[in-house]
């Protein structure tokens, strides 16, 4: 979990897994509404590295080797504040698609937007 205090009082433990499915890279949300790509097999997911960008965000690199989503401040304030409503969408999302918490991931399908 990452724990992180912000101004305004508010503490939160944040499940790597929940940063994770919810990374704000265009590999997991895709370009557009409706193109996310749902994750699997992340339960279990780790942090190997945290990385500062700038004053405004940080960028974690993920023990499944994702590292292209940057966490602003703003993302993390709202996973942790939204998180219990995330993880149940996260669920959901995973009970339509019939695709359990540990599945593996689908291998990436070619093309796409470069970014792999």
Not at 11 to 32: K, N, T, W
Not at 71 to 90: D, I, M, N
Request: proline share 5%; aromatic share 10%.
């Amino acid at each position: 979990m990452l724990e992180i205090g912000f101004d305004d009082g508010k503490l939160f433990r944040i499940p790597f897994e929940l940063m994770r499915v919810y990374s704000p890279s265009a590999e997991v949300q895709g370009h557009g509404p409706g193109q996310e790509v749902l994750q699997t097999g992340k339960r279990n997911v780790g942090i190997d590295s945290l990385e500062a960008v700038g004053n405004y965000a940080v960028q974690p690199t993920f023990s499944d080797g994702h590292s292209s989503g940057i966490f602003s401040w703003e993302y993390l304030h709202y996973l942790g504040s939204q998180q219990e409503s995330l993880q149940k969408r996260y669920e959901e999302r995973l009970a339509a698609a019939g695709k359990s918490r540990d599945a593996p991931m689908a291998p990436a399908h070619g093309g796409g937007c470069g970014s792999h």
